[in-house]
């Protein structure tokens, strides 16, 4: 489904009762497409099974990872 924006401000009870039933609403700005609400799904438990997940757990630079955000700040010059 299609919504305005000024739809979505004056109607959002309505909307939600939509997504809320499993539909997608599309919102548009101007006669543009610029939002989608879609229904929220909480996630089950962590997400460690993404490729992503932990990426930098072996790497040797940041074994300890206060020392090596303190060295990012400093900069340039050591400041900071």
Known sequence: M?????????KTKELLDMISRGEEV??????K???K???????????SKHKLFGIW?????????????RDLRKGKYGKG
């Open 57 to 69: 757990k072996d790497n040797e630079m940041v074994s300890n990872v206060e020392r090596y955000v």
């Open 37 to 47: 609400l879609i229904p929220y799904r909480a996630e089950k438990g962590r997400p």
């Open 26 to 31: 599309i919102i548009t700005y101007r006669g």
């Open 33 to 35: 497409a610029c939002a």
């Open 2 to 10: 299609k919504a305005t924006a000024t739809r979505l401000r004056l």
